[in-house]
């Protein structure tokens, strides 16, 4: 039972805050067959704890917020602890300089994506400083100058000087600084803890009338890492902050401790959104690590080698007859880093000669060079040979021409005092923690080449949120790289600022719903909303999950196993290296249908091909049921966007025959005809229905007017009608 202390909190917008839910003994049992499931119930749960998940919870704290508990896989795992670049940017309103800036500049950029709603882009474009101000006030060290201005660069797709960092580290001080909050204020966190189901019920939370369909949100259940017993989770508000689905690909720079859960949410009837865009970029292999910015602005050395490091070729070479244009591409993948569709081009005789050309050939030279088995190196120790082809065999030191490089390279190697010496000279000179993470990392960069691969980075699409970042599913909040906010383009570290805005959003709107929930409730009384007993849907549920354990098991209660070799990390690596090959940057129509039915026939018959030895295998086997469900809906997606236009936009190359090769030479499947924006205008939604992915189009929301009359605002944010 739930016990509401009452006390008094005068909030900035003059509300008195009466009850505020706390909870003694949250747990019990339940009996669901022959298992004793032990059963928590809060009013608020936070699955995940990256940066939005443990922003969300600190929000909610701050709102007046108490019966609330995360439930994370593990603290120090996830994208925003392990990942980074060699300059992680945090993307916002510019608070710096003399050019002018808005809020609806910002949410305008957003909306210029493609495919974005301009409520949501507003959403996050108006939550910008205040989110990058708390996050300064927590002790993120972004820097600033005397003056007190947060100084900006320009980044990716950012037509102002928006782009601020931290360094390589900027969304691990974001969790560091959030964390502490958490502690700091007691918040429950049960670590550990793997879900394998997103529970929904029919009924609202607070009584027991059907509606026609309509989802609520019930709970999780979870697995046990520790104990590999299940447990449950009650709650009918979840921030779903459990990144983006980061075990679909083989070719990925996700961090190995990163999962996602954005299969159980799309099971339970979660609507995705724009799930076919995503980035792809080079990135090293060990450790998975973006190679962006600076790690190619001092012109590495490209080579490859044969699966047994023999044959060592710099492949580059062969397709440019220019040297320093070859260089300049590289030296651009630094700020380009995401490849794009828009930054390739024809070819002419088997060489490249526009200078027009974008630096994502590179990507695309690459690409082909790992798909003949070869392994791609950067190497920081010498310089690249397409000055001096003879310099390595002839044992001479090369050096670059920097006069030879385009005028943008050329200016801002020399403006750094990085015109001289070998790549790794460079890297310590332009950007020395850069190069001290890698040997953090057990790899020497003046000692030892680093291999690369085109690899998946983040979901611009995923899970589809309204402004205040409610799912379909009533309750369900999606936020951080979960949550499909963005469109086709986004500005780079745009998603730092989106995690922390939607995260927010949804906690003010939960509290806010607490409250009224809870006004005018007896103290002695439990609140309407928080469930004392698991309904019959949800049981059934429940008994759904125990049911496939018992099944891999070979026993109800896990203890006998079935028999047979483990199987599951040989088929999760294979349905993987099919994603990366056939829905990754290059998408072939026919290979995705191809594919997808091969991941629908492992779901279907799941029971039947999976083997476990015992229960210590069910955490990868559900895992394996995760992946299967996000690749057939993301393929399912890629397959509805073929059809209906066929051309390529974003991060990836729709296979298109009657279109041209990026150059000549190179496998026909590449053919493909660039976007023409005629989809800018439409969100991609697609939702599970009958254990099948179907696909829908409707118009992207417009950017909300501008409504200036500072009175009528005052007066409906007094009387708290902005939720």
Not at 81 to 106: C, E, F, H, I
Not at 434 to 457: M, V
Not at 537 to 559: D, F, H, K, P, R
Request: aromatic content about 10%.
């Amino acid at each position: 039972m739930h016990r509401i202390i009452t006390y008094t909190i005068n909030t900035a917008a003059g509300d008195k805050i009466h009850h505020i839910f706390f909870n003694n003994n949250m747990k019990e049992t339940i009996q669901i067959g022959q298992h004793q499931i032990p059963v928590y119930h809060y009013d608020v749960l936070i699955a995940g704890s990256g940066a939005a998940g443990l922003n969300a919870a600190d929000t909610l704290y701050d709102e007046g917020v108490r019966n609330m508990a995360i439930v994370t896989e593990g603290l120090k795992a996830g994208t925003s602890r392990n990942t980074g670049s060699d300059k992680q940017t945090y993307y916002k309103l510019s608070l710096g300089g003399d050019a002018p800036d808005s809020v609806r500049s910002l949410a305008q950029t957003l909306f210029d994506g493609g495919s974005a709603d301009g409520d949501i882009a507003l959403a996050e474009a108006a939550a910008s400083v205040p989110c990058f101000a708390k996050l300064v006030r927590l002790g993120v060290p972004f820097p600033r100058n005397a003056w007190g201005e947060y100084v900006g660069y320009k980044t990716d797709h950012d037509p102002a000087r928006r782009a601020t960092s931290a360094g390589p580290y900027t969304s691990r001080f974001m969790t560091e600084a959030l964390e502490a909050q958490v502690i700091l204020k007691g918040i429950q966190v049960f670590s550990h803890y793997q879900i394998v189901k997103l529970l929904v019920d029919e009924s609202a939370a607070n009584d027991n009338i059907l509606t026609h369909g309509k989802k609520y949100a019930a709970g999780i259940m979870c697995l046990n890492l520790e104990t590999l017993q299940f447990e449950v989770f009650i709650s009918s508000h979840i921030i779903w902050a459990t990144g983006g689905p980061a075990a679909i690909y083989e070719n990925s720079v996700y961090p190995q401790s990163q999962n996602g859960a954005t299969g159980a949410a799309l099971e339970a009837g979660v609507m995705g959104r724009n799930l076919t865009e995503w980035q792809y970029g080079l990135a090293s292999i060990k450790p998975r690590w973006n190679v962006s910015g600076t790690f190619m602005q001092v012109l590495p050395r490209f080579f490859s080698t044969d699966i047994n490091g023999s044959d060592e070729r710099e492949f580059l070479n062969d397709y440019f007859k220019n040297p320093g244009q070859l260089l300049s591409l590289v030296f651009l993948k630094g700020y380009q880093w995401p490849f794009d569709s828009k930054k390739i081009a024809a070819a002419d005789g088997g060489c490249i000669t526009d200078a027009r050309y974008g630096s994502s050939i590179i990507d695309i030279l690459v690409y082909l060079e790992t798909s003949k088995g070869r392994k791609v190196f950067l190497d920081y120790r010498q310089n690249p040979c397409a000055n001096n082809p003879g310099a390595r065999s002839s044992g001479a030191q090369n050096t670059i021409d920097f006069t030879s490089l385009s005028e943008e390279a050329r200016s801002y190697l020399e403006a750094a005092g990085a015109c001289f010496g070998i790549p790794y000279e460079r890297l310590v000179k332009m950007n020395s923690p850069a190069a001290e993470f890698y040997k953090s990392r057990g790899t020497d960069l003046s000692l030892q080449p680093l291999e690369i691969a085109l690899c998946a980075q983040h979901n611009n699409g995923g899970l589809a949120v309204d402004s205040w970042w409610q799912s379909n599913i009533e309750g369900l909040f999606p936020a951080g790289e979960a949550a499909g906010t963005h469109g086709v383009y986004r500005p780079g570290g745009s998603a730092l600022n989106a995690g922390q805005a939607g995260s927010s959003r949804a906690a003010a709107f939960i509290s806010r719903q607490l409250l009224r929930k809870s006004s005018g409730k007896d103290a002695d009384e439990p609140a309407a909303h928080c469930r004392t007993e698991t309904s019959p849907a949800v049981n059934s549920q429940i008994q759904e999950v125990l049911n496939i354990a018992g099944s891999l098991t070979g026993s109800l209660n896990g203890s006998i196993s079935r028999g047979g070799p483990d199987n599951v990390k040989d088929l999760l690596a294979q349905a993987c290296r099919q994603m990366s090959l056939y829905g990754g940057v290059f998408r072939d129509a026919e290979k995705i249908k191809i594919t997808l039915e091969n991941i629908h026939d492992l779901k279907e018959n799941f029971l039947q091909r999976v083997t476990i030895k015992d229960k210590t295998g069910l955490p990868a086997a559900f895992r394996l049921w995760d992946t299967l469900i996000c690749q057939e809906t993301y393929l399912a997606a890629m397959a509805d966007f073929a059809e209906k236009n066929g051309r390529s936009r974003g991060s990836a190359l729709y296979r298109n025959d009657s279109g041209s090769l990026p150059l000549t030479g190179v496998p026909r499947e590449l053919a493909f005809l660039p976007d023409d924006g005629s989809l800018n205008g439409l969100v991609q939604e697609i939702y599970y229905n009958n254990g099948q992915p179907e696909a829908t189009w409707r118009k992207v929301r417009p950017i909300p007017p501008v409504d200036e009359s500072f009175e009528l605002v005052w007066k409906i944010f007094r009387e708290s009608n902005i939720i």
